[in-house]
């Protein structure tokens, strides 16, 4: 009986952990992410593809929109629509990382897609836009360019989900 208590109680602390590590995994998101968009920024003119190889240029490009530059040419409006998004996003995930600080990849990924969010909050908030310059292609087909906070952003959506079929995987 002792010892099931004491996992139980082990298991509700590691739940409730510290936000600390994940905070720290966001912060280290936005830190390249700035950092790569300052470089890109100072080095790169506005427009002009660098080819890196075959398939991958640099390019300095400016998204007024969300993904895909959805809602690009809305007329403002979105700036501050996509800046609430983000933040309101970032409480939520605030919390749930609080509330689940021991289940480690569901927070890695929460981590990744917190970071991501406001990496690109900033950029609204400095800019009224967000800067990428990831341009992958091929050919004369070009995937719609992004940075490092959509990356991130996108490889927590993909441990999200996989995270998911493991736990439902583990439940049968």
Not at 35 to 46: D, M, R
Not at 125 to 137: E, N, S
């Amino acid at each position: 009986m002792a010892r099931t208590m004491s996992k139980t109680a082990s298991k509700t602390s590691a739940a409730n952990g510290s936000l600390a590590p994940w905070l720290g995994v966001a912060l280290i998101v936005i830190l390249f992410d700035q950092l790569t968009k300052i470089a890109v920024q100072k080095v790169f003119a506005y427009g002009v593809a660098h080819e890196v190889t075959s398939f991958f240029n640099l390019i300095l490009v400016y998204n007024r929109g969300a993904a895909f530059s959805f809602l690009a040419m809305a007329g403002g409006w979105q700036r501050w629509a996509f800046t609430a998004l983000g933040v309101v996003a970032a409480l939520v995930i605030c919390y749930l990382l609080k509330r689940h600080g021991g289940q480690k990849m569901f927070c890695t990924a929460l981590a990744l897609i917190l970071g991501g969010a406001l990496g690109n909050v900033i950029d609204r908030l400095a800019y009224g836009h967000v800067i990428d310059f990831l341009d992958f292609h091929v050919r004369t087909w070009h995937w719609p360019a992004f940075n490092l906070a959509d990356s991130a952003i996108t490889v927590g959506a993909v441990l999200l989900v996989l995270d998911e079929l493991r736990r439902v995987r583990g439940a049968r």
